[in-house]
């Protein structure tokens, strides 16, 4: 995915009143998510139309797929929320 998320802990959101779901804290150079415009400091609401809140979440989703499928995302950014989707590339295309 060229990701790296993490939860947003329960007491971050609610001091800075930040949803719930999953922190974006590195996109990699390279990868469909950066090409997309993903980027760090962003939460993922919901894959596939499914909440999300931990990387299994995504991970249970990702590992059914293969190169070339598509994940459809719904980011939170700055009070906004957007839906993107992100294409699966080989590991080594991004590295």
């Known amino acids: 995915l060229g990701l790296t998320v993490g939860p947003v802990p329960e007491q971050a959101a609610e001091f800075y009143e930040l949803p719930y779901g999953l922190y974006v804290t590195a996109v990699s150079v390279g990868s469909d998510a950066e090409a997309k415009g993903v980027l760090a400091g962003d939460i993922v609401l919901k894959l596939n ?8 979440d995504i991970l249970s989703v990702k590992n059914q797929l293969e190169v070339g499928d598509s994940m459809n995302f719904t980011i939170w950014r700055d009070g906004e929320t957007y839906e993107v989707d992100i294409v699966l590339v080989d590991t080594n295309d991004i590295y």
């Open 49 to 56: 139309g499914e909440e999300v809140y931990t990387t299994d």
